[in-house]
T-cell receptor, first 113, second 116 residues
């Protein structure tokens, strides 16, 4: 059974810092890996999707890397802003069968001015 | 529709009552997923459909929980004889096609269920 761990569980930083959020998974037979952002009272917003054959994806100030062999993904947030405050979740579907993604518990981020 | 729509947004019900939660996926999306999320936890898989067929219901906690998607579009998650431990955020997601390669999942805003 896939297990997904996210470290740290919570992070509080001043505005402007570059951040690293980590996601690790136990079964490397994955189809892709997706990072989501969760805001209170709202749905999960997809940030980045990395296919299993890819090493990284970039969108604006966000960069996600994937190392399947070591079971890790990292989300980099450059020049953090208060609007980045949210919970960040990674989701990992298996490469065969149902493709049902397993989620981590998330990293709760607060960026203060 | 433009996004995944869930209703109601909030539901407060008394213990023992039945509740029905609705999900309207993105038009044309084949696969529909139900998740439950407790506070401070990641979403936990409940069940999913391809078209109208329920493919996997291994995540449903017990037989009080059921789901249907009769016409391959809107889905309803029903919880019978609700208990306080059922209180959580219930999330629905859809994707283009689970079996030929998911391009990612789009989630609705969720239904916050509180059982009192």
């Amino acid at each position: 059974k896939q297990e997904v761990t996210q470290i740290p569980a919570a992070l509080s930083v001043p505005e402007g810092e570059n951040l690293v959020l980590n996601c690790s998974f136990t079964d490397s037979a994955i189809y892709n890996l997706q990072w989501f952002r969760q805001d209170p009272g709202k749905g999960l917003t997809s940030l980045l999707l990395i296919q299993s054959s890819q090493r990284e994806q970039t969108s604006g100030r966000l960069n996600a890397s994937l190392d399947k062999s070591s079971g890790r993904s990292t989300l980099y947030i450059a020049a953090s802003q208060p609007g980045d405050s949210a919970t960040y979740l990674c989701a990992v579907p298996p490469s065969g069968g149902s493709y049902i993604p397993t989620f981590g518990r998330g990293t709760s981020l607060i960026v203060h001015p | 529709g433009a996004g995944v729509s869930q209703s109601p947004r909030y539901k407060v019900t008394k213990r023992g009552q039945d509740v029905a939660l609705r999900c309207d996926p993105i038009s044309g999306h084949v696969s529909l997923y139900w998740y439950r999320q407790a506070l401070g936890q990641g979403p936990e898989f409940l069940t999913y459909f391809n078209y109208e067929a329920q493919q996997d219901k291994s995540g449903l906690p017990n037989d009080r929980f059921s789901a249907e998607r009769p016409e391959g579009s809107i889905s309803t998650l029903t919880i019978q004889r609700t208990e306080q431990r059922d209180s959580a955020m219930y999330r629905c997601a859809s994707s283009q096609n689970a079996e030929t390669g998911p391009y990612g999942y789009t989630f609705g805003s969720g239904t916050r269920l509180t059982v009192v």
